[in-house]
């Protein structure tokens, strides 16, 4: 029967390639046939601490009969108000030059849909976060894949050499890369930013690598600095993240941005772990030993481990990294594979407790030693 849907919808969503998310917890659980609590989640390099108890009792305030009834019954601030001037307190920005969005996702996906328009070149270096080809295909925009060094590095005179035959309108960078963990330079970023195209340096893993390229803004207003709580923050649930940037362009990306897709309870809580960063401050330096330990450990059981500034791990594994995601998986421990170019032989650990890791390095031994035997 002919179908008059199809031939409603853009041409190009029928060949267009989904973003691959991570299983859910409890679907996961049920097709495992294992109890929820059992389950070992590293594979989205989310915080297994989850947020302070100041981020916790502000959430909790919600649920009381006033904050329903103040808060949650109401649509939020379509500013983010009072989340924004606690970023720009805590970074040493105004407000103006920050916009807060349903993750840092949609700041990604804003600042697409502000520049590019069919065909319009946006230049990557490869492997690194699947979100940004993902929006790019969105406006039918062309991805430009520059291929980092055998050591992850930014090959720099390739990538300005792709943004100029390209006239690329932007270029983002994962600081530090995502999956590889390794930092990106301020000399890497300064060598781009000269180019007339925006600049993104996407710092989602910041809080542990403590570099950040937000000060750079004033000299450079086509840098676009983006954050997120859903790593240090532990609210990967309640979607929200921020970009900073020169306030002429965050007042332009605004226009753009649908009003209230920071909601009520992200908001809130965003607000209170922001003010409460001391608070987790420890628990981000320890998260940060855990992976340094992690990382030798993984070594003495004969992986070899990227070195990495971030709260995982990218490692490559003496046996089929695929079978390694499987049997892992029949154990209840969540990681992800990539079966990318350069990646296949790889998988990705987020940094847990060190409990976490004592049963994951277990159940790896088990499986190199069985894999190896056949
Ligand atoms: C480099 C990088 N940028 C952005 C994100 C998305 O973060 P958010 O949860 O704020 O959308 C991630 C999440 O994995 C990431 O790794």
Redesign the pocket.
């Known amino acids: 029967m002919h179908n008059p849907i199809a031939s409603l919808l853009r041409a190009d969503i029928a060949g267009f390639a989904p973003y691959t998310p991570i299983v859910p917890l409890d679907v996961l659980a049920q097709r495992l046939g294992l109890p929820l609590g059992d389950l070992i989640k590293l594979d989205?390099?989310e915080n297994p601490y989850g947020p302070t108890a100041a981020t916790r009792a502000a959430l909790a305030e919600l649920a009381t009969e006033t904050g329903a009834r103040t808060q949650t019954a109401l649509y939020p601030d379509p500013d983010t108000t009072s989340l924004r001037t606690a970023i720009g307190t805590h970074l040493g920005q105004s407000p103006d030059r920050i916009i807060c969005g349903n993750?840092?996702?949609e700041i990604i996906d804003v600042l697409m849909r502000a520049t590019i328009t069919p065909g319009a070149a946006v230049v990557d270096a490869t492997p690194t976060?699947g979100?940004y080809a993902y929006s790019t295909h969105l406006y039918q925009g062309t991805y430009i894949e520059v291929p980092r060094t055998a050591s992850f590095a930014l090959d720099i005179d390739q990538m300005r050499a792709a943004i100029t035959r390209h006239q690329a309108k932007i270029v983002i960078l994962?600081a530090p890369n995502?999956p590889t963990g390794n930092p990106l330079t301020r000399d890497e970023l300064l060598a781009l930013l000269d180019l007339p195209l925006i600049v993104v340096s996407?710092e989602?893993y910041a809080e542990f690598s403590g570099i950040s390229f937000v000060d750079l803004i004033d000299s450079h207003p086509n840098l676009v600095v983006?954050r997120?709580f859903?790593k240090w923050a532990g609210l990967?649930g309640l979607?929200v993240?921020y970009g900073v940037m020169h306030e002429t362009l965050a007042a332009e990306l605004r226009k753009i941005k649908p009003p209230y897709t920071v909601n009520v309870a992200a908001d809130v809580a965003a607000t209170a772990a922001i003010r409460d960063y001391a608070s987790m401050k420890p628990l981000l330096e320890q998260i940060c030993q855990d992976r340094d330990a992690f990382a030798a450990q993984l070594t003495t059981l004969g992986c070899a481990v990227y070195p990495s500034v971030a709260n995982f791990l990218l490692v490559r594994t003496p046996v089929s990294a695929s079978t390694v995601r499987d049997e892992l998986m029949k154990a209840g421990i969540l990681i992800r594979y990539f079966p990318k170019p350069r990646l296949a032989d790889c998988i990705r650990i987020s940094i847990g407790t060190a409990a976490q890791h004592e049963r994951v390095l277990d159940v790896l031994e088990t499986i190199f030693v069985q894999q190896k035997g056949q």
Request: hydrophobic share 40%; net charge negative; aromatic share 6%.
């Open positions: 989205a390099n993750g840092s996702d976060f979100m994962a995502n996407d989602a983006l997120t859903s990967a979607r993240g």
